[in-house]
């Protein structure tokens, strides 16, 4: 896409020295100035926030999302059977589906807490591929091309209203995860709030599940199941590329 300079705008914010509100959009300069208010406005309190605004030099754009597809459980436990099910359809070992599952659980660093992006996992030898498993690997650099449009068409799809403010930038890190190789995607929030969880891939779609975790849990993450041959592609896609969507 190279008819109108376009730009990529991070915010990042901390707390007593903890993450805890990212967000970023891709546009035109125009509507910068409009979006850093946004953006500033979105954590309800930090010590620290950093925005960050980057003259892309060209865009990708991918024309659909990933499908969407929810279901509802009774029970964690047939929750995250489904989820491995899933898993398994999507190319990967049910025993790495299993280790993926429990090292969310417990927390996927070294230290047992939360992971600072996502974990890399071999599908089939369940081996962790990530140069730092403290940090883990970050998709950025992905947005739709029409944030508002894309919204109503949810709630005309009968998505609640009180979803929108994860599913979209949920869904467009999904979708350019699976453009960029990756095999299948495991996630739940670290937002102790929020029990919904999803699996991702090529075969499958954007399958949300909840319950992924219980309620009151501040444990989160997200596994990117790779194979390893293609690693280094995947990782820089998933960091440097710059990813439009037009369409759900
Ligand atoms: N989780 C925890 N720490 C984070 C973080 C995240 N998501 N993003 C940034 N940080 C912290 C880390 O300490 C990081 O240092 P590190 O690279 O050693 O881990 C530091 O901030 C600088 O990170 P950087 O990558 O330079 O941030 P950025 O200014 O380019 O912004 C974000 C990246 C914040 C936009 C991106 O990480 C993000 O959160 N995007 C939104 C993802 C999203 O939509 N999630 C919702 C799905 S429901
Ligand atoms: P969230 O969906 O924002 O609650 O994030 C859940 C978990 O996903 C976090 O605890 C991180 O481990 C990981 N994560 C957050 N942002 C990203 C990102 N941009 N790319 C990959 N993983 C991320």
């Known amino acids: 896409m190279n008819s109108k300079e376009l730009y990529s705008v991070r915010m990042r914010a901390s707390f007593l020295g903890q993450h805890i509100s990212g967000a970023e959009r891709i546009l035109q300069k125009e509507d910068i100035p409009k979006v850093l208010l946004e953006l500033y406005k979105r954590p309800s309190k930090f010590d620290e926030l950093v925005l960050t605004i980057e003259k892309l030099s060209s865009v990708k754009v991918i024309e659909k999302a990933l499908s969407i597809y929810s279901y509802d459980f009774k029970s964690l436990e047939d ?60 998709t950025v650099k992905v947005d739709w091309l029409s944030r508002s449009e894309i919204k ?57 599940i909840k319950p992924m975790k219980q309620k009151g849990d501040p444990k989160g993450g997200r596994v990117y199941f790779v194979s390893k041959e293609k690693l280094e592609d995947i990782v820089s896609c998933l960091e440097k590329l710059p990813i439009l969507i037009k369409s759900l």
């Open 79 to 138: 929750a995250r059977k489904f989820a491995i099910e899933l898993l398994e359809k999507s190319g990967v070992s049910q025993s790495c589906a299993k280790f993926a599952i429990e090292l969310l659980s417990r927390g996927a660093s070294p230290d047992f807490k939360n992971m600072r992006g996502a974990a890399l996992m071999d599908p089939q030898s369940c081996k962790r591929l990530e140069k730092d498993p403290f940090r883990g690997v970050r």
């Open 152 to 208: 109503k068409t949810l709630l005309k799809r009968s998505i609640k209203r009180e979803y929108l403010k994860r599913l979209p930038d949920a869904l467009a890190l999904a979708t350019k995860n699976i453009h960029c190789g990756v095999l299948a995607e495991l996630c739940w929030s670290d937002d102790p709030e929020y029990e919904t969880g999803y699996i991702a891939s090529p075969l499958l779609g954007y399958v949300r």
